[in-house]
């Protein structure tokens, strides 16, 4: 597990992004916080506001048919060679959980993998790779590390 970055006055630990391997780990691997009764009186301001930035993810029937359609790939894909596989393209207006769909998606399938794999932590079933909103298909494909066929900007 990874060590949480330095904490902020609130003594809150940020994670490190998903795109990279110890923050998608982090993601992974965090539990979640417990649920309080907002009556508690032991209950300090600065915890509740912890708990709710959270922003616990909770499944619905649209994320549960990503799900399935997401698994049937697999299974269908399972055997096929590279140029013969299936691909799903999630797409849709900005804020609609996209993402947050896919991250639920990617943590049950890690989760799932390493039940299958005990003890081979350095396994990394899930590439997570933030595409932006005016990426082009080349872009998206060419995102890997080292790629060039997109311009970066430069700072």
């Known amino acids: 597990m990874v060590s949480p970055s330095p904490n902020d006055t609130a003594g809150f630990a940020p994670l490190a992004p998903a795109t990279v ?3 998608w780990d982090a993601f992974v691997h965090r539990a979640p916080a417990p649920a309080r009764d907002a009556a508690d009186p032991a209950w300090p301001q600065t915890g509740r506001e912890d708990y709710h930035s959270e922003l616990a993810v909770m499944r619905t029937p649209a994320m549960d048919s990503v799900f399935t359609a997401v698994r049937r790939l697999l299974l269908v ?15 849709g ?6 993402t947050t769909t896919m991250m639920a998606l990617g ?10 794999h005990p003890g ?3 396994r990394r079933p899930v590439l997570f790779i933030s595409v932006p909103p005016a990426a082009t298909p080349r872009c998206s494909s060419a995102s890997s590390p080292g790629s060039s066929a997109c311009p970066s900007p430069t700072v």
């Open 77 to 91: 894909n399972r055997r096929q060679q590279a140029g013969a596989r299936r691909g799903l393209i999630i797409s």
């Open 93 to 98: 207006p900005a804020t609609t959980g996209k």
């Open 21 to 23: 391997w110890h923050g």
């Open 120 to 122: 081979q932590a350095e």
């Open 107 to 116: 943590r049950s399938f890690q989760l799932a993998d390493a039940r299958q």
